[in-house]
């Protein structure tokens, strides 16, 4: 197993230029999650799905899209990038959010945007 | 509002020297706390879960303990590859969201 998986690992955007984060797993888990990580914040949820088809919103939404065609992927779409969304994203997932709380963080993507 | 508050925000260690991290929440029907390691670069670990006042899970020098209002994380005889950051986190009863605390960040000496 692969387990989560993200790409790409660093980005660097200029302001107004939109690009998706990419986020696989292979664990057929029907939950996954969005997070971006800013220094003194913690983790923030932006978006997550219970399934596919199903997407809703987190803490941090704006600026941000997500859909969930398949159980496998849940692409991050930044639609056009500002400098406060220069951060570290985290794609995770789990079998079932109310069951044990495990989650699965993938490697991360840190992006920058000038 | 809901909030989970992490303390100490660093914490350095001696190779052996035992200590705690503690993580305090204020919720309203807490369904699950967890208990995750962070290594830089890296993406948050699964460490343990804790459902109900009195619970206690081990995993080698680590032990979480959980009360109404607050959850203890005891490292015992810490080694340097314990060095990393400790995320508290929580699950209410109602919804699918998960609350992080800032985390501790703990380094070892050796």
């Known amino acids: 197993n692969a387990g989560v998986t993200q790409t790409p690992k660093f980005q660097v955007l200029k302001t107004g230029q939109s690009m998706t984060l990419q986020c696989a797993q292979d664990m057929n888990h029907e939950y996954m999650s969005w997070y971006r990580q800013d220094p003194g914040m913690g983790l923030r949820l932006i978006h997550y799905s219970v399934g596919a088809g199903i997407t809703d919103q987190g803490e941090v939404p704006n600026g941000y899209n997500v859909s969930r065609s398949t159980t496998e992927d849940f692409p991050l779409r930044l639609l056009s990038a500002a400098p406060s969304q220069t951060s570290v994203y985290f794609c995770?997932?789990?079998?079932?959010?109310?069951?044990?709380?495990?989650?699965?963080f993938g490697p991360g993507t840190r992006l920058t945007v000038t | 509002e809901d909030q989970v508050t992490q303390s100490p925000e660093a914490l350095r260690l001696q190779e052996g020297e035992s200590s705690s991290l503690n993580c305090s929440y204020t919720?309203?029907?807490?369904?699950?706390l967890f208990w995750y390691r962070q290594d830089p670069g890296k993406g948050p670990e699964f460490l343990f879960t804790?459902?109900?006042a009195g619970e206690e899970k081990e995993k080698e020098r680590l032990k979480a303990t959980l009360t109404k209002k607050e959850s203890f994380l005891h490292i015992t005889a810490p080694k340097p590859e314990d060095s990393a950051t400790y995320l508290c986190?929580?699950?209410?009863?109602?919804?699918?969201?998960?609350?992080f605390g800032g985390g501790t960040r703990v380094l070892v000496k050796p």
């Open positions: 919720v309203s029907g807490l369904r699950g």
């Open positions: 995770a997932s789990s079998y079932s959010i109310g069951g044990s709380g495990e989650q699965y």
């Open positions: 804790l459902y109900s």
């Open positions: 986190v929580l699950i209410k009863a109602a919804g699918n969201k998960l609350t």
